[in-house]
């Protein structure tokens, strides 16, 4: 199976901040990779879609970059609705595995 | 607009057995590949199972496999999870989820609210 590893697990940030996320998988994955954000007590909504690709609706802020094993997710300017947790996965081969998580907390 | 609603949840003692279901409406559910994603209280995401549309291919992670059983229905706009033999590590919010294929994969593009699973005696 593959892994996905995130960092940091936990992320202190204010608002205005560049933030950005990373995600290493344990083999390469090409670009099979989507980013999901994920708020308290709601169902996980996907953001970027081949590692790079902006789903529709999703604020410019958000962006995606990586292949092969090194993924990361940048939020340009960090805005009061974005403190969520966030999670990568791959979706190359089967299982599918997430990252475990990360928190963006206001500091 | 995309719905997915799932029912089924509830509380069940180790061992025994329980069924979800994911009533699918507004897009049309016999092109799309169908999910299941389960979140433990105050865990992380864990994928459970991915049936295509056909249901000829079915894949499940390594902790459900030969437990749990995805199924579906494409006359009924439904997706299933039979699950079997249940433990406590099961205990959890399951989500249906949709992938989309148009120009490119997108997949878990829309969720549904999700349905709490609970095993304990």
């Known amino acids: 199976d593959i892994q996905m590893t995130q960092s940091p697990s936990t992320l202190s940030a204010s608002v205005g901040d560049r933030v950005t996320i990373t995600c290493r998988a344990s083999q390469s994955i090409s670009s099979w990779l989507a980013w999901y954000q994920q708020k308290p007590g709601k169902a996980p909504k996907v953001l970027i879609y081949?590692?790079?690709s902006l789903e529709s609706g999703v604020p410019s802020r958000f962006s995606g970059s990586g292949s092969g094993t090194e993924f990361s997710l940048t939020i340009s300017s960090l805005q009061p609705d974005d403190f969520a947790t966030y999670y990568c996965q791959q979706y190359k081969s089967y299982p599918r595995t997430f990252g475990q998580g990360t928190k963006v907390e206001i500091k | 607009e995309v719905q997915l609603v799932e029912s089924g949840g509830g509380l069940v003692k180790p061992g025994g057995s329980l069924r979800l279901s994911c009533a699918a409406s507004?897009?049309?559910?016999?092109?799309?590949?169908m999910n299941w994603v389960r979140q433990a209280p105050g865990k992380g995401l864990e994928w459970v199972s991915l049936i295509e549309t056909g249901s000829t291919n079915k894949y499940y992670a390594d902790s459900v496999k030969g437990r749990f059983i995805i199924s579906r229905d494409n006359a009924k706009n439904s997706l299933y999870l039979q699950m079997n033999n249940l433990r406590a590590e099961d205990t959890a919010v399951y989500y249906c989820?949709?992938?989309?294929?148009?120009?490119?994969?997108?997949?878990?593009?829309?969720w549904g609210q999700g349905t709490l699973v609970t095993v304990s005696s």
């Open positions: 507004g897009f049309t559910f016999s092109t799309c590949n």
């Open positions: 989820a949709r992938d989309q294929y148009i120009v490119a994969t997108i997949p878990h593009d829309n």
């Open positions: 081949e590692a790079s």
